[in-house]
């Protein structure tokens, strides 16, 4: 609660302030998520007044509503105590792998689509229950497509909640059935997607949302991409939960062949459940690991699976054991003790919450961490003046509130081989000549990415002839016209040397 923004929550915060002043996404922003984030971080600070502290309320309860689901899930099948650990092995899983505790972080994709996924599980159990009702599906359809307008490679529950499907369907022979239930989940999906296809349309920007959300995309899952960094993806992602899905997973599997050779009696809407965890829990490793890349917060996607695997198999040992419901109220007990218990241990952070909310509800008062770069900024620029940032620290742009002079606020797509061309770059360079920035803002950036402004350091990294097709006269107008002025740290900071004064007159 007192970091500054990070990375990723800083482009999401930016695009959701451009969209309350009337941009469009892909059009006047560029990112490759999909556009629901935008509007979710919109929505965020409209609940703040244009504080960051409005999304992460809002982020608070899509975390609240997917432990609720958890819960749901859990307790529904294996009773109140089960559904308390659950939802705590979860809560053990994001530490391992969220941005709070690695990044001081939040804001990520994978945090709000964990919402949409686990409660189309719980929507699809109940819908389990009612053989000729088909409103659980559509609701599952509705929920996947939430999950589309997130991140393309999100709907790995819902695909597998498909194949589920589909298996039951010819083993009982209710293909029919199952055709349907398919109908309504893509009705569902259509739903969502449709009117987002309509008003990107209306306004322009189709084109530009399916290069930014699905062409780049493609190449950027393609970029080092080897058989090995895959599996080097899947095991940083065992490692840093401690085997927990793997330990869940073999006890599932060996809970599934003693339940089916002892032949003890089941229910059927069990073992359905139990094959969708076997089915899910590899799907969504598969695609997790589709970039390639072995980044934290692509785990996050993981953790219900964690929680889910390990309940269903310690909970149903114990049940077989026969002791689990001679104790339910014992330990139910037990669980309310440590849940006040925990409560207790965390006064003072439970201080710092009720603090913060005196702060931004009585006094009104700015809780922003201070920063000397958006301190200078904000001194030494109008608010109609633009920031270029080199890099991806748009949190700049968005804690300033100084708009980017160009769609490409970070510039990582202009330097994505496969994806970038000479027309991108020129187009960038046109918004450059078109809109001088008072400032560009240069901290390191990360070279694998992105190559540095400052020609110093880009030739101590010797890659001057690594630049995209037309980035020379990006970096020759940027010599012309800027003049360095500052060092902050490692951030270089040049402001317009041109002449006259076109930078105030932008529209």
Known sequence: MDRLPGQDNGVFLYG???????KTPYVDFWDHKGPLIFYINALGLLIGSGSRWGVWILEFVFLLSTALGLFRISSERLGFLAGCVIVCIWIYSMKAVGSYYHFRDSNYIETYGLLFNV???AVWLRGQEYTDRYAHYLWIGILTGLSLALRPNN???QVSILVVELIVGIRSGQSPRTLKRGVYIVSGILMIIAPIVIIFAVKGGLRELYDAVIHYNLVYSQKNYSGESVLNVIQLGLVQLDWLPAIGYVGLLAILAISTFSERQNPAHSKVFR???LIGWPMEVLFSAVSGRALL???INWTPYVGLLLGETIF???SWLKRYEANTRF??????SALVLSLALNRPAINKYLQIAENMVVRRAEIEDDNTIVDFIRDNTYSRDRILVWGNDVWINFLSDRESPSKYSYQYALFMPGYTDSGKVLSFLQDLS???PAYIIEPVVDTDEILPLNRERLHRIGSESNLPAGMNKVYEYVNEYYRFVWESGDTLIYEWNGYGDEHLNCQ
């Open 16 to 22: 959701g302030q451009q969209l309350l002043a009337g």
């Open 119 to 121: 409660w189309a599980i």
């Open 155 to 157: 709907i790995a529950v």
């Open 275 to 277: 094959i969708f965890l």
């Open 297 to 299: 917060h692509y785990y």
């Open 316 to 318: 149903t040992g114990i």
């Open 331 to 336: 330990l139910n007990l037990v669980c309310f």
């Open 434 to 436: 078109r809109c001088p």
